[in-house]
């Protein structure tokens, strides 16, 4: 098996290295010997590519140099492209992907360092933090008193594996967990499961609303002006899905006019946040840069891990748990 590793030109934080292979190599001595090739260049790519089975790389990399049409010509033996992202929607539509490649997300690498972040931002928004940075900056000393989390209502909008996470840390102090997602059918951390259908139901009864859902057609735009009225007077949100997902207008319009008490985003469109932005001025509105996900320390292990984990389910002849359904966009 030949599998080619593309880290993105200059990456300097992130990039997959033969040290870490060679530990994932060891952590899966099942997978075998695969011969592997990295590359951060065009050369690289383009001399990799003529043999590679396997390729791993980052979303912006497969956007950037498989367009509609370049599959299968410039790899002819390629059978995986496993991205690094758990969110595949900048690949979107996937007209670019012939049927007998198999693509794979990155579902799972984000749990651990994502379940805490959520778990922070609860905790944060509980005890009014947003409002405070408002206030530091305005130099202001006027106080407002938290509370615990326990016995307080979350809807979590999403139960993969970063919202499943969350649930159970929110579930451990003590929080009513409401779950929204396709299916109705139970998640064990979570008081109650509805669906789409649910869904407003769902916010007229939580305090705190988190959304980490994927990017689809069907979530695009979900959670807008109407619904966020539904939302109770001083409720609470988490975006760490897509700045898509949400109505920012409408969410800057409910802390202006007090109807929300804070708002913690890991997400925005556009991305960066350009100087003089809306969101940046925000009273009760803390902006964070896209990092609640990814730990340096793990991340590429845990990648590794995964990408073996799918290409041993694949040689067994079962399915690849990370597969994505184009059709579905996740």
């Known amino acids: ?43 690289g790519f383009a001399a990799a590519m003529a043999e590679a089975e396997v390729l791993l790389t980052w979303t912006r990399v497969v956007k950037a140099r498989f367009p509609v049409g370049a599959l299968p010509g410039i790899a002819p033996r390629l059978k995986v492209i496993a991205c690094t992202s758990a969110g595949l929607d900048g690949l979107s539509p996937f007209t670019w992907l012939p ?64 919202g499943g996470t969350a649930a159970k840390h929110a579930k451990a102090f003590g929080m009513k967990v409401i779950g929204v997602r396709n299916s109705a059918t139970p998640h064990e951390h979570c008081d109650e499961v509805v669906t789409t259908a649910g869904l407003d139901s769902a916010l007229a009864r ?30 609470k949100l988490v975006n760490m899905a897509r700045g898509a997902v949400w109505d920012q207008d409408a969410v800057c319009d409910a802390l202006e006019a007090g109807a929300l008490a804070g708002v913690v985003t890991d997400v925005a469109v556009p991305e960066p946040l350009p100087a003089g932005h809306r969101l940046w001025r925000t009273p009760g509105m803390l902006v964070v840069p896209h990092v ?39």
Request: aromatic share 6%; with cysteine.
């Open 1 to 43: 098996m030949r599998i080619h590793i593309q880290n993105p030109q200059g990456e300097t934080l992130f990039p997959v290295t033969p040290a870490q292979v060679a530990a994932a190599l060891a952590r899966h001595p099942e997978i075998g010997s695969p011969e592997f090739s990295y590359a951060e260049d065009d050369a």
């Open 99 to 162: 049927p007998e490649i198999v693509l794979l997300n990155n579902r799972g690498a984000h749990a651990a360092k994502a379940g805490e972040f959520a778990l922070m931002s609860l905790l944060m928004l509980a005890n009014h933090i947003p409002f405070f940075g408002t206030q530091q900056r305005g130099e202001s000393w006027t106080k407002r008193f938290g509370s615990t989390l326990a016995g307080r209502t979350v809807c979590i909008l999403g139960l993969g594996s970063i």
């Open 206 to 235: 939580a305090e705190f609303l988190l959304l980490a859902c994927p990017l689809t057609p069907e979530t695009r735009g979900l959670i807008d002006r109407r619904r966020i009225g539904l939302l109770p007077a001083g409720a």
């Open 292 to 330: 609640s996900s990814d730990d340096p320390a793990t991340y590429n292990d845990d990648t590794l891990d995964i990408l073996f984990r799918n290409l041993l389910a694949m040689r067994a002849g079962q399915p690849a748990p990370n597969r994505v359904e184009p059709e579905r966009g996740y």
